[in-house]
């Protein structure tokens, strides 16, 4: 059974930092892409980073300079580490994991940020 169990968020003052964790188990991690996607009340569920297989990364433009993704295969885990917060980064972080050749996609079931002005 694939489970994806992210960790690290909560209430943080703008400016401030959070790093979350992403803990994969039942699917040989190393070979996914991972990524981080959020989703602000009332809105669409949006890419913020992904860190492909092979550790190439792709950033949403909203969050390049303030947010950095990474993972540890040792670990089975993502991260990412989340600099000088906005409230506009306020919503439900979901982890993503993700093999495109052999049609495979799942998701955590998210973690809330809350980013006070």
């Known amino acids: 059974q694939v489970q994806l169990v992210e960790s690290g968020g909560g209430l943080v003052q703008a400016g401030g930092s959070l790093r979350l964790s992403c803990a994969a188990s039942?699917?040989?991690?190393?070979?996914?892409?991972m990524g981080w996607y959020r989703q602000a009340p009332g809105k669409q569920r949006e890419l913020v980073a992904v860190i492909s297989s092979v550790g190439s990364t792709k950033y949403a433009d909203s969050v390049k300079g303030r947010f950095t993704i990474s993972r540890d295969n040792a670990k089975n885990t993502v991260y990412l580490q989340m600099n000088s917060l906005k409230p506009e980064d306020t919503g439900v972080y979901y982890c993503?994991?993700?093999?495109?050749?052999?049609?495979?996609?799942?998701w955590g079931q998210g973690t809330q940020v809350t980013v006070s002005s």
């Open positions: 039942g699917i040989i991690f190393s070979v996914y892409d």
């Open positions: 993503n994991a993700e093999h495109r050749r052999i049609s495979r996609n799942y």
